[in-house]
């Protein structure tokens, strides 16, 4: 039986298992158990423009015994009966919806978890468990005179996990799992080639939190400021923020093959993923190449332009990583925006075009072990020299895992020759 309830600093949505006067237990060491699952649907962020994915009948709720062993599952909260009947002992329920991903939009993940419970032979038992927000939720505003002096505004929100793209026309609330969230706004001004970077940070996002970044700039120097209103009732908080003032990428692209992607490290051993990933690009042209404005993508989804300059001589490498710590020869860090899985995705470089997610591809390589590329656990992924095309380089034939040891102790030729592939 289904009851709603209004209190009056939340909605909840309540499915209530009657619990009989007198329950009845067909076992001598059994007792019943009768669950209320709660849905919390309000934010304690500004705003409060939460929605639910999902009605409380079809979150997924588990009976877990007091040493954290799953004991009983039920799919969707609908499918359980008035009474459970359970073994005496120590008992505590969660209930989730079943939608948890690193970043996604109108995605709010709610979990909720009950406080332990004994359930005693002929008797019965009932609890509450109340599903709150447990990612936390995103939405990003341009102000007036920034949408007036910029013709394209885009802000990448990140985790290691994944990205959300706000242009200026995005409404829609994101939603990101609770580690440290990365902010680089790019807003470009044709007429005078200007485009200009911010870049800040949520150091440690909370769950039930609601956080408005506003973007206000103008086209005069150091009148930049990006503020996170995290609350109504709290100051305005300044997001940690750089300032970079880059011309416009020119309409000459540099054409498919002068730049190769020849080797990645997507699944280190030595150090973490999060500090350890990285790819290496060769400047397979006669004449030196500057990647500052080429935009790094990952599977068509990921974004991220390359902000500083990174001169790269004719027959160069050079390494883009996620951390300093990743190798000694860095020549560039992308941060948390590009993240390199463990089982496949496809690695692209691309011309900036007009606005950084439409630019003509430079080069492109799709690993995965299924498709015959090696396996890479502590070890990159190599080009063979004998390989070095466009075309080529996007065969899996044309790769073979490193046998030499770098700085952390992996296996890898990084910013040097690739080793011939036997």
Known sequence: MKKVLFPITAVLLLINSCKKDEPVSPHQNTGTLSINIGLNINSEGSGNRLKSTAGVEDLKVMIFTSDENEYLVYEQASEMPDEIILESGEYYVAAHSDNLVP????????????????????????????????????????????????????????????????????????????????ISC????????????????????????????????????????????????????????????????????????????????????????????????????????????????????????????????AGAFCICARSSDAVAETAYIYGSAITLTNTAATLILNNYGTNGMNGTQICSVAYDEEAGFPEAKGRSIQLDPDCFSADEAELASSWCPSTAEYSTGDLGTPGTENTECN
């Open 103 to 182: 970043a996604g939009f109108d995605n709010p993940y709610y979990f909720g978890k009950s406080d332990l419970f004994s359930v005693e032979a002929g008797t019965g038992q009932t609890v509450d468990v109340i599903c709150e927000l447990a990612n936390c939720a995103v939405t990003v505003e341009y102000a007036e005179q920034t949408l007036n002096d910029f013709s394209e505004c885009n802000t990448e929100v990140s985790t290691s996990g994944g990205s959300l793209l706000f242009d200026r026309a995005e409404t829609r609330t994101g939603y990101f799992e609770l580690e440290p969230i990365s």
């Open 186 to 313: 790019t807003l470009t001004y044709s007429p005078d080639g200007i485009v200009r970077i911010l870049n800040g940070s949520i150091r440690s996002p909370q769950p039930k939190m609601h956080y408005e970044i506003m973007i206000s700039t103008t086209l005069d120097i150091g009148n930049a400021t990006v503020n996170l209103d995290i609350d109504q009732t709290v100051n305005i908080e300044n997001v940690e923020l750089t300032e970079i003032i880059v011309p416009v990428p020119q309409p000459d692209d540099i054409p498919r093959g002068n730049l190769l992607i020849t080797e990645i490290m997507y699944d280190p051993d030595a150090i973490v993923d999060t500090e350890g990933e990285w790819f290496e690009i060769y400047n397979n042209s006669d004449h030196a190449i500057n990647l500052q404005n080429l935009v790094i993508i990952r599977d068509h989804n990921y974004y991220h332009t390359i902000n500083g300059s990174v001169e790269l001589n």
